[in-house]
């Protein structure tokens, strides 16, 4: 049964690579390739790269807390939340399960509103925007769910909506991260301080 999951996923995983066939190059990475010899870009040695991105590291530790920060709101509000709801709240396993599921679910719906906004304000002032809304409400909704465990329908809507609306809130740290590099080195920077943030948040 926990295996289907995992096959599933190489639904979403197929059409990503078809797709990603089309998906045209930036304009930096055309302009290094006709500028090189024989159409070829000429990479420097992994120890250049490695000096050139401890040159971003300001940029990497700003990266790595907006990272390890929006991990940590998935985790406390996607996972931990439905055993906190049983252990602390009295909630039962299905209404703590219906809590993920529209938490997830409202997250979803609001994605693309956060996508627009971002491009209408920044991504910067989108997740300081995401911020602030997880400060102001995380706690009281968490309180809400704790004196009050026999409303655990309102407390259900309640949580589900709210950390819904803050995970998709948290979606621009994707281009908001990106943005902190460079085009050349932005590939090895994001990936190498999104594992770090990743593994510290998570």
Known sequence: GWRIPFFL??????????YAQNVEESEEFL??????SNGRI???????????????LPQ????????SSMIALYYVAGMYSMTWLVK????????ATWQMLLNQTVAIVFCPVVGYM????????SYFINTVFAIVTTVPTYLFCYIYPQNQVLGMLVTGSTFGVAQA???ACYHWVAELFPSHIRGLAV???????TAVGG
Request: proline share 3%; charged share 15%.
């Open 191 to 197: 990936s190498t301080y999104y594992s770090v943030g």
């Open 42 to 56: 000429v990479k420097e040695s992994g120890w250049d790269e490695v000096k050139e991105l401890l040159q971003y």
């Open 9 to 18: 996923a190489a639904i979403p995983g197929g059409v990503s690579l078809y």
């Open 88 to 95: 602390f709240c009295n909630y039962t396993p299905t209404a």
């Open 118 to 125: 971002a491009d209408q304000i920044g991504v910067a002032k």
């Open 169 to 171: 809130l948290s979606a």
């Open 60 to 67: 990497g530790v700003i990266c790595m807390t907006g990272i």
């Open 31 to 36: 302009e290094a390739t006709r500028n090189s």
